[in-house]
């Protein structure tokens, strides 16, 4: 059985298996929560991700977490929001399907998301939310090794977003 978790604050302090990160196609380091990751994570990171080749959008890497608390990082690209007729909820679907696959693989018990997508990359906050959520309470089965499940976000209306559009759907 999932629970869900929605809180609020920094992603690279929560004790987790693994954390997700909003990351760009390059995999280079960049600003927002991926700046705050490779900061917090080290060096070491960025040549594991050079190694990588890589992530296009929609899809996900696993790299170690390094001096993170967090065992795992898994780097997803989110779309850039163009309007909504670019395919941008697909991908973001995609994003969220392709992590919880990965994060099945490797057995990972604990996971956090970010908001992908929603800080420079412009997509409309409400609908990630709903994106988000409903991903993961389709994907994320009661049958599931995933115990805990984390929405880490940076601002109290995201909260309070989230936590309602949580309550729509259990
Ligand atoms: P994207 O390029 O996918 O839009 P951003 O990093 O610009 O990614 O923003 C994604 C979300 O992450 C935004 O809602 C932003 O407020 C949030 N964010 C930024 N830094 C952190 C952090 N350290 N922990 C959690 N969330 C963060």
Redesign the pocket.
């Known amino acids: 059985m999932t629970r869900y978790h929605i809180v609020r ?4 302090k929560l004790r987790v298996t693994a954390i997700v990160n ?1 990351a ?1 196609e390059d995999l280079r380091s960049g ?4 700046g ?2 490779h900061k917090a994570a080290g060096v070491e990171l960025q040549k594991e991700c050079d190694a990588l080749g890589g992530c296009p959008t929609g899809q996900a890497r696993l790299t170690q977490g390094y001096r993170l608390s967090a065992e795992y990082i898994i780097h997803t690209v ?1 779309p850039v929001w163009h309007g909504g007729d670019k395919g941008e909820c697909a991908l973001l679907g995609a994003c969220y399907a392709n992590v919880l696959s990965l994060a099945v693989k490797s057995s990972i018990g604990s996971l956090a998301f ?10 409309p ?1 409400d609908r990630a939310a709903r994106i988000a959520i409903g991903m993961c309470r389709l994907l994320a089965a009661p049958d599931s090794p995933f115990s805990e499940i984390y929405f ?4 109290e209306a ?1 909260v309070v977003l989230y936590k309602n559009c949580l309550a729509d759907v259990l």
Do not use: Q, R
């Open positions: 604050g920094d992603i690279t909003a760009n600003g927002g929560v991926d705050a990751i989110g970010p908001a992908i997508s929603t800080g420079a990359y412009g997509f906050k880490c976000l940076f601002d995201s």
